[in-house]
């Protein structure tokens, strides 16, 4: 599989680093692989694992009215991140550090693509890089969920993660009562691999809820 999008990045052409919030940064590309494990109606894992097998990232998926949550622990079962949905919406979530409840990241739909597109603000990031935002889009022609850095005008965009669709996943549409995802995560280097895994798993819930013809705030 290719390492997404960063050819630019790799034919020496200067690109602005990408925002993190946790230390769990690639240093190079890396890979990861993520299927679904049903606990209960309301409650879900998505497993992150690397080539050999081991789980890198647990996350866990609360649904229900007023009460969707995520949080997401690394293989030694350590809370990294949580994230909590704006009641009634589909893609507004506001991610937090666990030890102070600080404010990492907010997700919102995309304007014109409130159905399949995710931007992300995320205001703990440095001031020099406050205009960048991360937009989580598909990429329907190759069944793929593509992750880049919006650095804003008159800058090139920073890529950021490419997730694949496993073969059970047609075209990215599922049922949700079947809950079943598959992806092939390949994260670009610089990229907060555990903030990525994270917003993976809230985008597969926007498609997962239009993907049954739900409404959309």
């Not at 990241?105 to 991360?134: F, L, Q």
Request: aromatic content about 6%; charged content about 20%; glycine content about 6%.
């Amino acid at each position: 599989m290719a390492a997404t999008q960063g050819g630019a990045a790799a034919a020496g052409t200067h690109l602005p680093p990408l925002v993190t919030v946790t230390n769990h940064v690639a240093l190079e590309p890396r890979y990861l692989f993520m299927c679904t494990n049903s606990l209960s109606t309301f409650k879900n894992e998505s497993l992150f694992r690397d080539p050999d097998g081991d789980l890198v990232y647990r996350l866990t998926n609360n649904s229900g009215i007023l009460l969707e949550s995520k949080e997401l622990k690394d293989g030694q079962d350590r809370t990294i991140l949580r994230a909590k949905k704006f009641p009634l919406s589909l893609a507004k979530w506001t991610i937090t550090q666990p030890s102070s409840d600080a404010v990492l990241a907010k997700t919102r739909t995309v304007s014109g693509m409130a159905k399949y597109g995710v931007e992300v603000d995320v205001p703990s990031a440095p001031r020099s890089d406050a205009k960048s935002t991360i937009s989580i889009l598909p990429d329907l022609s190759n069944s793929r969920v593509v992750m880049i850095q919006n650095n804003g005008k008159h800058k090139p965009d920073t890529p950021m993660c490419v997730a694949t669709y496993g073969e059970n996943v047609a075209m990215g549409m599922i049922s949700a009562a079947v809950q079943d995802w598959t992806y092939h995560v390949v994260l670009d280097p610089g990229a907060d691999a555990a903030l990525a895994c994270l917003l993976l798993v809230c985008y597969t819930d926007l498609i997962e809820w239009n993907a049954m013809g739900a409404a959309n705030w």
